[in-house]
């Protein structure tokens, strides 16, 4: 018994950072998330570039990637200071392309990266002292490629095709870093969706991909043995009170056209795999779903008003909080999840800078 009150008064006193993107000042917010108080307090604004956007965080929790969209494409490297929060740049590498999502492999020896606007996906190496350095390897993929991540054992890799309506399929040699295309080289999504974020089930048998178009979720069972992934469900995920039109590239609307559309953006789940959340930028909700781990089915249960335009958003590893970016508010929200039901419930907010984008959350015990 005394021992277990200890394990929770540890972890319970387990410092949090949270780190937050903001494309047009070009900086990185961080802060201090207290979770046995349930509050989020600012901590430091650290200089990054123009357009500084998707980030990652090693494995190791001892580095922040950060991507800079604007040229010269870059990726930046941030040492994390586990005593204060603090970030320290530690070098940058070259990227071939404007890189909407990044993720390292799960040994943290690669970096992946995709490019929506060049069709492509690129592997960078990462050295010994955790620095992203140039792009050893590019490869052309489906149209406007959205996210790419490493499968759980770290053999294959996938990569979301928004424009062709596909998972890019990839084995991947840990070794080397080399990818090449699986056999067979994609897995179809369902027509008109355009798959954005993708996260895998903790327990690494299922895929849940969002649709940029459709606000739907696609599950996908992962064959750890071929690499490959085959569709299981769709369940929708945009209630019809919210009355939006179904989705289309944003460059494809005619000037003039306001038609309140979808327009899905993030995914998450949380540690224990019971939830699903997912983000709709027109509306500005967050949208709940129940997830059964054995059979990767989800069932959408309501959505919740949230900051202006969430673009990013980040569970905790405790699975207990959610921080929400609005590209189009000036504050970023923390959400408590209810483990019984998974419902969110604003706790605190705290002043964030212009289109805050993008959010990771490291906890140091």
């Known amino acids: 018994m005394g021992a277990t009150l200890l394990g929770a008064s540890l972890a319970a006193q387990a410092t949090t950072y949270v780190y937050v993107s903001n494309a047009d000042d070009g900086v990185i917010t961080s802060y201090t998330l207290d979770r046995a108080a349930g509050t989020l307090e600012p901590l430091d604004t650290t200089t990054a570039g123009d357009s500084v956007m998707p980030m990652a965080i090693s494995p190791d929790r001892h580095y922040l990637y950060a991507s800079i969209r604007s040229e010269p494409y870059r990726v930046l490297t941030y040492r994390i200071d586990r005593e204060t929060g603090k970030l320290t740049q530690q070098g940058s590498g070259s990227l071939p392309a404007s890189m909407p999502n990044i993720d390292t492999d799960q040994s943290g020896a690669y970096l992946f990266s995709a490019s929506y606007s060049d069709n492509l996906v690129s592997v960078s190496p990462i050295d010994e002292n955790g620095v992203v350095k140039d792009a050893q390897q590019t490869v052309e993929t489906g149209r406007n490629a959205h996210a790419m991540h490493a499968s759980p054992d770290n053999r294959y890799a996938f990569a979301s095709n928004l424009g062709d309506d596909r998972l890019a399929q990839f084995r991947f040699n840990a070794e080397t870093g080399q990818l090449d295309l699986n056999d067979p080289g994609a897995a179809d999504a369902p027509a008109n969706t355009g798959p954005r974020h993708f996260v895998f089930s903790p327990n690494g048998r299922y895929v849940y991909v969002l649709g940029e178009f459709s606000g739907a979720v696609t599950t996908y069972a992962f064959d750890a043995g071929k690499g490959t992934l085959t569709q299981v469900s769709v369940e929708p995920g945009i209630a019809d009170s919210l009355n939006l039109a179904q989705g289309v590239a944003r460059e494809t609307i005619p000037e003039g056209d ?108």
């Open 258 to 365: 306001d038609t309140p559309r979808i327009w899905a953006a993030d995914i998450q789940v949380t540690p224990n795999g019971r939830y699903v959340y997912t983000s709709e930028r027109t509306s500005s909700v967050i949208s709940t779903f129940e997830a059964n781990p054995e059979t990767g089915e989800l069932t959408y249960l309501n959505h919740l008003q949230v900051e202006r335009q969430p673009r990013g958003f980040q569970i905790d590893d405790s699975g207990r909080y959610m921080v929400v970016t609005g590209q189009l508010d000036d504050s970023v929200g923390l959400y408590r999840i209810d483990p019984d039901n998974g419902e969110l419930t604003l706790v605190d907010d705290a002043p964030t800078g212009k289109n805050a984008n993008w959010v990771e959350i490291v906890s140091f015990d």
